[in-house]
């Protein structure tokens, strides 16, 4: 059985194309790119899908390997691919950002772990909301949803040297201004309780100058922060979730898939 050259380039262009897209979508988007996903399983995870993905992707157009044509295909596929994980990772950011807002409020900014999604050192309530993300994160199933819409983004986006527009690029940069609001949204019951708190403190440290307010005030603002944490977790749950399908929404309108 004999193979000419140009059949074995077309077989591995076919493999070749959709793993750069699949591999920067890995490498960018949450839980599957954290660090504490070993590297041997993302590997095998881009390899499987890949296979899986190859029969269900329209042939690429054939090109020159070594050509201004075939640059530019690798860069779409990777902005396509990231693209898709850029959005997720604000969601989490979000999250991360309003932990970070209530650990200073409280007086626990100085209270850091590593933060295994980003490899960076975040406070521990941040952390804290990192595990429950990442767990309604793969009890939602949004992992499988991101990889359908991978799948589909071939169908929208074949493999060419076109690919997101300009005004899709935009609607993604300027959506980055929401992990911001969503961060604050998630945190402003906490800040407002603590703030209320902290104002009694520096009343009660006037009407009674002898008391240690610092060594008072201190623990009671972690009590009452914790206290409020627990009381407001299921709302930042919520705003969380509302957040999620709301940047899943995006992809698809990004893709024009599903409206």
Do not use: C
Request: charged content about 10%; proline content about 6%; hydrophobic content about 60%.
């Amino acid at each position: 059985m004999a193979f000419s050259e140009e059949q074995l380039l077309l077989w591995l262009a076919a493999f070749i194309w959709p793993m750069i897209r699949i591999g920067a979508f890995m490498a960018s988007s949450p839980v599957i790119s954290s660090r504490q996903t070993p590297v041997m399983f993302r590997l095998s995870l881009l390899l499987v899908l890949t296979w899986l993905v190859m029969p269900l992707v329209p042939p690429p157009a054939p090109v020159e390997v070594f050509s201004s044509e075939a640059f530019l295909m690798v860069l779409q596929q990777i902005l396509i691919g990231v693209a898709m994980g850029f959005v997720l990772q604000m969601v989490f950011g979000a999250l991360i950002f309003g932990g970070q807002v209530m650990a200073y409020s409280m007086g626990l900014g100085f209270a850091s772990m590593m933060d295994p999604q980003n490899g960076v050192q975040v406070p521990v309530v941040s952390q804290f909301y990192l595990i429950l993300a990442t767990l309604g994160f793969l009890v939602l199933d949004v992992h499988l949803i991101l990889i359908e819409l991978l799948i589909e983004s071939f169908h929208t986006f074949p493999v060419a040297v076109d690919g997101i527009s300009r005004n899709g690029m935009k609607e993604i940069i300027g959506w980055g201004s929401r992990m911001f609001s969503g961060g604050l949204l998630m945190a402003l019951p906490v800040m407002a309780a603590l703030l209320l708190v902290n104002l009694g403190m520096g009343i009660i440290g006037r009407a009674a100058p002898q008391l240690n307010i610092f060594a008072v005030g201190f623990p009671i603002s972690m009590l009452i922060g914790f206290l409020l944490i627990w009381i407001t977790l299921p709302n930042v749950m919520n705003i969380f979730e509302d957040f999620m399908a709301e940047g899943l929404s995006l992809i698809r309108h990004i893709l024009f898939i599903g409206g």
